[in-house]
């Protein structure tokens, strides 16, 4: 499965976008799908997770009640949704295609393809 995540941009504090990530080969047929970002000097952190049935959905603590994960089987599409920024969600957001098991969801050793990155810049 190709990766290919988009929607990244600069925007100020308080602001929204939106990202996505479809698969330019591929499916995502059962994958389960995550979002992870790495701010510079800082190591990849999860951000969300979304099950195939869309019926589960993770998010860090740090995002919860501002971020939205969602996905499109039938056009394999997820997206993240993002409500009012701060400048510490600044970073480079990848997505995330696999299989990972309920203690890996979490965690960059869950997911086998990655998408090559998207910079989100957040102003105050």
């Known amino acids: 499965v190709q990766l290919q995540a988009s929607g990244g941009g600069m925007v100020q504090a308080g602001g929204s976008l939106r990202l996505s990530c479809a698969a330019s080969?591929?499916?995502?047929?059962?994958?389960?799908m995550g979002w992870f970002r790495q701010a510079p000097g800082k190591e990849r952190e999860f951000v969300a997770a979304i099950g195939w049935s869309m019926r589960t959905t993770y998010y860090a603590d740090s995002v919860r009640g501002r971020f939205a994960i969602s996905r499109d089987n039938a056009e394999n599409t997820v997206y993240l949704q993002m409500f009012s920024l701060k400048p510490e969600d600044t970073a480079v957001y990848y997505c995330?295609?696999?299989?990972?098991?309920?203690?890996?969801?979490?965690?960059?050793?869950?997911?086998?393809?990655w998408g090559q990155g998207t910079l989100v810049t957040v102003s105050s």
């Open positions: 080969e591929g499916t995502f047929n059962g994958y389960s």
């Open positions: 995330a295609a696999g299989f990972p098991i309920t203690s890996t969801i979490t965690t960059a050793t869950g997911y086998r393809y």
